[in-house]
């Protein structure tokens, strides 16, 4: 139940494209999902979060949809440049908590 | 610039020694946490802490110790007793609750030799 499920394991896409990485979940007291981008050495950085009281959240290519009755939330990443290749985490977080349960990753390779 | 300093970037640990990782932040935050990532790995929680001179275990805790006696700062020792101790350490923060995010560090990467 406290697991947060997210796939594809691997990501392929060209240049211009869109790239989509899924993510769902079993528990119900979730209330903010964030997404993470980590580059290779780095730590992961929040590139963006929603909460699930709203749809779809959009911040320059990078959009959120959310379906809470699915219980599945997703990244969307418009026109994919090469610089976008990292990996991307999707976790998920309580209220009230100190804790977030993150998902496996997504491994990005956006080609030129 | 407000943030979380993680050293060293690199460590190597001989069979059977303790070594004490750092994390520094001037964010204010109350809340710190350390993760492992294992290659192509997600990120597994080792302790965390919500306030000063108190922490909690992670999922994975075991043959790792940590301390919190000031809000900055929050080490953690991998011990002799991890027997797998080679990975990725990342240190992370969040302010007043969780819903605003982690900042992470830059992490440290821990080879056994």
């Known amino acids: 139940q406290q697991q947060v499920k997210q796939s594809p394991q691997s990501l392929i896409v060209q240049k211009g494209g869109i790239s989509i990485i899924n993510c769902a979940y079993e528990?119900?007291?979730?209330?903010?999902f964030p997404w993470y981008q980590q580059f290779p050495g780095k730590g992961p950085a929040l590139l963006i979060a929603?909460?699930?009281?709203?749809s779809e959240k959009k911040e320059g290519r990078f959009t959120i949809s959310f379906n809470k009755s699915a219980k599945q939330f997703s990244l969307h990443i418009m026109d994919s440049q090469p610089g976008d290749s990292a990996t991307y985490f999707c976790a998920a977080s309580e209220a009230g908590g100190f804790k977030t349960i993150f998902g496996a990753g997504t491994r990005l390779f956006v080609k030129a | 610039d407000g943030g979380i300093t993680q050293s060293p970037k690199y460590l190597f640990r001989k069979e059977g020694q303790n070594v004490t990782l750092s994390c520094e932040q001037n964010?204010?935050?109350?809340?710190m946490y350390w993760y492992r990532q294992d290659p192509g790995q997600g990120l597994r929680l080792i302790y965390y802490?919500?306030?000063?001179?108190?922490?909690q275990k992670g999922d994975i805790a075991e043959g790792y110790s940590v301390s919190r006696e000031k809000k900055e700062s929050f080490p953690l020792t991998v011990t002799s007793a991890q027997k797998n101790p080679t990975a990725f350490y990342l240190c992370?923060?969040?302010?007043?609750?969780?819903?605003?995010?982690?900042?992470f560090g830059s992490g440290t990467r821990l080879t056994v030799v």
């Open positions: 992370a923060s969040t302010g007043t609750g969780i819903n605003y995010g982690y900042t």
């Open positions: 528990n119900t007291a979730f209330d903010y």
């Open positions: 929603i909460r699930p009281d709203v």
């Open positions: 964010l204010n935050h109350d809340a």
């Open positions: 802490s919500q306030i000063v001179n108190d922490f």
